[in-house]
């Protein structure tokens, strides 16, 4: 197995296990789940948001998961994630486990993507302009 092949079925794994996690927590959501109803009451929302998250969760990570939209929704995870995280350091949860589960979820959503597609190099490019001719 070449290098190339490597990094293409890593991605491709990162991605699924995202995607996977995602769709459990945007499902959960969405059913109207009890334990997922009552966390999210816990940090301050009303019973009825927790649908609604679930709905943005789910179509974000929907367009993630099919290749032509997949940066949009990294993009929209992203930023879901960043809200879960703020509103986890802002009822003091404990640092490693709630406030930096978004970040982690975050590194594998960007990570399969980086390592399935040179693309997100192009519009991130991590080191300046010569990070589009990393392969």
């Known amino acids: ?5 490597f990094k293409t079925y890593a991605g491709r794994a990162l991605t699924m296990l995202s995607v ?3 769709l459990m927590d945007a499902g959960m959501k969405v ?3 009890r334990v997922s109803v009552d966390a999210t009451v816990a940090l301050g929302f009303e019973a ?8 943005i969760l789910l179509v974000a990570t929907l367009l993630y998961a099919f290749p ?5 929704g990294a993009i929209l995870i992203t930023g879901y994630l960043g809200g879960a995280v703020a509103v ?8 490693a486990s709630h406030v930096l589960s978004g970040v982690y979820v975050g590194l ?4 399969g993507l980086y390592l399935r597609s040179l693309v997100p190099i192009v519009c ?7 990070a589009v001719l990393v392969s």
Do not use: C, E, Y
């Not at 594998?108 to 990570?111: D, K, P, S």
């Open 1 to 5: 197995m070449s290098k190339r092949d």
């Open 20 to 22: 996977l996690f995602l």
């Open 31 to 33: 059913a109207g789940a």
């Open 48 to 55: 009825a948001h927790a649908r609604v998250m679930g709905t």
């Open 68 to 72: 032509r939209t997949s940066i949009l």
């Open 88 to 95: 986890h350091l802002q009822h003091h949860n404990p640092l």
């Open 108 to 111: 594998f959503v960007w990570g």
């Open 124 to 130: 991130v490019p991590a080191t300046g302009p010569r």
